[in-house]
Nanobody, 118 residues
Framework: QVQLVESGGGVVQPGGSLRLSCAAS????????MSWYRQAPGKERELVAI??????NYADSVKGRFTISKDNAKNTVYLQMNSLKPEDTAVYYC?????????????WGQGTQVTVSS
């Protein structure tokens, strides 16, 4: 079975940094597209960053502060978050498109809380 296991969330002061990790398992091949979403209380889930075949894209609100990267050997995607702001507070979810067996499907992790507060 496919699993996406996130780690690295926590509480950090404004201006601080955190690094999120998402380890994928159960895929037939390394997922071709992995991304990070976030959902703040009372708001819709939004795309933060995405990586596909080495190409990356970011939400305007995090450009220049967040970096997404992927280690294909470990089937792990990372989100390095610098210069964190209180408005970055949210539950961060890992998402992956990948093949299991013969089907390409979409999967979600369980989420990890990031709180930016002084």
């Amino acid at each position: 079975q496919v699993q996406l296991v996130e780690s690295g969330g926590g509480v950090v002061q404004p201006g601080g940094s955190l690094r999120l990790s998402c380890a994928a398992s159960g895929f037939t091949f390394s997922p071709d597209t992995m991304s990070w979403y976030r959902q703040a209380p009372g708001k819709e889930r939004e795309l933060v960053a995405i990586i596909t075949d080495g190409r990356t894209n970011y939400a305007d609100s995090v450009k220049g502060r967040f970096t997404i990267s992927k280690d294909n050997a470990k089937n792990t995607v990372y989100l390095q978050m610098n210069s964190l702001k209180p408005e970055d507070t949210a539950v961060y979810y890992c998402n992956a498109w990948g093949i299991r067996g013969v089907a390409r499907s979409n999967y979600w992790g369980q989420g990890t809380q990031v709180t930016v507060s002084s």
